[in-house]
């Protein structure tokens, strides 16, 4: 099983949608969530850090499940500039302090007029 | 701001020939990786420097070698390369600790083709 897991999509919705993805993780040990966006033939960047109480920005919310092992990302009112990979990254702390980021295949989103 | 630099952006190689991938930051993060980036795929690690002097295997190291030059720089080489090691590369630094804990910031990507 691979260690973090995601529906590829496509996921293709009008302007003006509510869209959800969800990512699940196999490690426990794991201790940190993000949330990244990737643009065609573009590096991934940062979207959004996920916290255990859950956390918003603007259109996007994050949601993290400690017990079921998943976190979840919610983008409310789509506009076309959402249309993206959406990387899930999960990060474990090693011995020695040194953390390792494991990404998700990514999830594809486009939003249509 | 220049962030992470990454040379070249583009390279063809032909079945066994060898070459070495830069990548640069100039943030003083003492964290830098290297991943390959595959259709379907997404994000595998094959590198890592947790800080300057120490590196360690990712999930896919097999053909490559790497060399953390200093705290700026982390270089990635494949001595013999194969049609497998078609991808796009992408180096990233963060920092541990601080307000962006845990934050990656990556290069441009280097699309690397072997025939």
């Known amino acids: 099983r691979k260690e973090v897991e995601q529906d590829p999509g496509p996921f293709n919705v009008p302007e003006g949608a509510t869209v959800a993805f969800n990512c699940t993780y196999s490690n426990s040990a794991s201790q940190s969530f993000f949330w990244y966006r990737q643009d065609c033939r573009k590096e991934p960047k940062l979207l959004m850090s996920?916290?255990?109480s859950g956390n918003e920005d603007g259109r996007f919310t994050a949601q993290l499940n400690r017990a079921s092992q998943y976190i979840s990302l919610l983008i409310r009112d789509s506009k076309l500039s959402d249309s993206a990979t959406y990387l899930c990254v999960v990060k474990r702390v090693m011995t020695g302090g040194s953390y390792i980021p494991t990404f998700g295949r990514g999830t594809s989103l486009i939003v249509h007029p | 701001n220049a962030g992470v630099t990454q040379t070249p952006k583009f390279q063809v190689l032909k079945t066994g020939q060898s070459m070495t991938l830069q990548c640069a930051q100039d943030?003083?993060?003492?964290?830098m990786y290297w991943y390959r980036q595959d259709p379907g795929m997404g994000l595998r690690l094959i590198y890592y420097?947790?800080?300057?002097?120490?590196?360690d295997k990712g999930e896919v190291p097999n053909g490559y070698n790497v060399s953390r030059l200093n705290k700026r720089e982390f270089s990635l080489r494949l001595e013999s390369a194969a049609p497998s090691q078609t991808s796009v590369y992408f180096c990233?630094?963060?920092?541990?600790?601080?307000?962006?804990?845990?934050?990656?910031?990556f290069g441009e990507g280097s699309r690397l083709t072997v025939l």
């Open positions: 420097s947790a800080s300057e002097g120490t590196t």
């Open positions: 990233a630094s963060s920092e541990l600790s601080g307000e962006s804990v845990g934050e990656l910031f």
């Open positions: 943030m003083n993060h003492n964290s």
């Open positions: 996920v916290y255990s």
